[in-house]
């Protein structure tokens, strides 16, 4: 397990997940945490990422580097989504083999189950039918990486883990409204909203679909929480074991955002998955839940975002 000295990198530090974890390594006191901007190290370059192991010779890595984003990003970028998406894993699940790091954690998506799979979603639901086109390129990458993690740990005795989170939010996220996820979308639209005195804000799709949310700093405490535990080739679904609706979901932002106006459903958007509740219980079984209620983590989100939305402008 990790100790205070040990070199941890984390790939993909400033986004969302990444940045969490990096907070939630400093405060419990690991002192050796390494991090590469985009520019410094150009995650999609086999030969950039094996220079880099051979150099620094990191012994975790919290593998949370990806192309990811919304509904719309992933149904339109589809191949940005499926090539990034593995090179970047094949690059860095590879190194660390290859460089004896001792373990990895490889972050996934909730995405990768079945669009009809029974809800709440199972582990043992992956591969069980077809996918929800929107993501499928982003889910078949993902699921390659959590079989690339354990086909490594049965064939070479790594120790390689995969989680798979719910929708997630919370700082750093990406509040760009074209490429984002529903909530940082709908944060920005209600703020944006109320400051300009518009009469209505948007919604995609119908809002009848349900979605489940994890605040961020939650996840990152599930990541370490799992990197000190658990050795072995099973995936833990991460997330709260609740969810909303999307009408619900914007009602909520709308009364925290204070925004006055009418919701506008449109419909040419798409739903996406009308569903995709994650089974918790097999990471609650090894003693772990969540401590943020989904009002408070949006109150919390909302005001992160009105300090940096200098940022998004
Ligand atoms: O969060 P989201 O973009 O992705 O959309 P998914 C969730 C639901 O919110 C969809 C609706 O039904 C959207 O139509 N929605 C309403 C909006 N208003 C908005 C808006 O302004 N922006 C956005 N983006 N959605 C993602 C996958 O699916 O889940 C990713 O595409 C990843 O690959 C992520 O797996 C966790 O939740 O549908």
Redesign the pocket.
């Known amino acids: 397990m990790m100790k205070p000295d040990s070199k941890i990198f984390v790939a993909g530090h400033r986004g969302l997940v990444g940045s969490a974890i990096v907070r939630k390594l400093q405060s419990s006191g690991f002192t050796t945490i390494l991090t590469k901007t985009r520019a410094e190290l150009d995650l999609t370059s086999y030969s950039d990422v094996m220079a880099f192991f051979s150099t620094e010779k990191p012994e975790f890595v919290f593998l949370a580097a990806a192309k ?8 339109i970028y589809r191949a940005d ?1 499926l090539l990034e998406n593995l090179k970047i894993q094949n690059n860095v699940i590879e190194a660390a083999w290859k460089h004896q790091v001792k373990k990895l954690m490889f972050l996934g ?4 189950y079945p669009k009809l799979a029974p809800q709440p979603l199972k582990e043992e639901y992956l591969l069980t039918g077809l996918l ?1 086109p ?2 499928e390129p ?2 078949i990458a ?1 699921i390659a990486g959590i079989k690339l993690c354990e086909s490594f740990n049965r064939q070479y005795g790594t120790d390689f883990i995969s989680v798979m ?4 939010y919370g700082p750093n996220d990406n509040f760009d ?1 074209n ?5 940082p ?2 944060i920005r ?1 209600f703020v944006s909203a109320r400051e300009n005195n518009e009469s209505t804000v ?6 009848t ?1 349900m ?1 489940e949310f994890l605040y961020s700093d939650d996840m990152a405490d599930a990541c370490v929480f799992l990197m000190q535990r658990y050795s072995g080739n099973e995936f833990f679904n991460i997330g709260t074991g609740q969810d909303v609706t ?1 009408r619900e ?2 009602e909520t932002i709308q009364k925290i955002t204070g925004f006055q106006g009418e919701l506008v459903f ?1 419909k040419t ?5 009308p569903r ?1 509740l994650m089974d918790v219980s097999r990471l609650k079984a090894l003693g772990w839940s969540p401590s943020v209620p989904l009002e408070e983590g949006i109150r919390l989100a909302v005001n992160w975002y009105l300090q940096n939305q200098a940022r998004f402008k």
């Open positions: 990811v984003g919304g509904i719309q990003a992933n149904n989504f998506s909730s995405c990768i929800e929107t993501n982003y889910a993902k989170p719910t929708n997630l409204l490429s984002s996820h529903v909530m979308a709908l639209k948007t919604v995609w799709g119908s809002g679909p979605r999307i979901l914007a449109d958007k798409p739903d996406g998955t995709k």
